[in-house]
């Protein structure tokens, strides 16, 4: 069974940066063609898509974190990460890593594509 745990969130200041994790267990050969990806929410709003990367390491972001987003992936350590710069406010939320078939990657930021989730971690950006 596919295991998804993210660690790296916390509270911080506008401006300031942090690097989630998410680590992958139970994956057998394949978690190096997975479609991995970074989602938030924030209470009562739909989950979105905020980076993706593919198995062949092209990534979608959101209008919204381009040029502040970055994700990245050790296979070896079955690891995805994604380090954030420039937080706003805005960008506050639970944040959750998923994996998914590759045909997630057909449409990236969209949940429904989608099969494991991990069970979020908690970004807070205080201006």
């Known amino acids: 069974q596919v295991q998804l745990v993210e660690s790296g969130g916390g509270s911080v200041q506008s401006g300031g940066s942090l690097r989630l994790a998410c680590v992958a267990s139970g994956y057998t050969l394949n978690y190096a063609y997975a479609c991995m990806g970074w989602f938030r929410q924030e209470p009562g709003k739909e989950r979105e898509g905020v980076v993706t990367?593919?198995?062949?390491?092209?990534?979608r972001h959101a209008d919204s974190v381009k040029g502040r987003f970055t994700i990245s992936r050790d296979v070896a350590k079955k690891t995805s990460y994604l380090q954030m710069s420039s937080l706003k406010p805005e960008d506050s939320g639970l944040y959750y890593c998923?994996?998914?078939?590759?045909?997630?990657?057909?449409?990236?930021?969209?949940?429904?594509?989608?099969?494991?989730w991990g069970q979020g971690t908690q970004v807070t950006v205080s201006s």
């Open positions: 998923t994996t998914g078939p590759g045909s997630a990657c057909v449409q990236p930021l969209r949940a429904a594509g989608y099969m494991t």
């Open positions: 990367i593919g198995r062949d390491g092209n990534t």
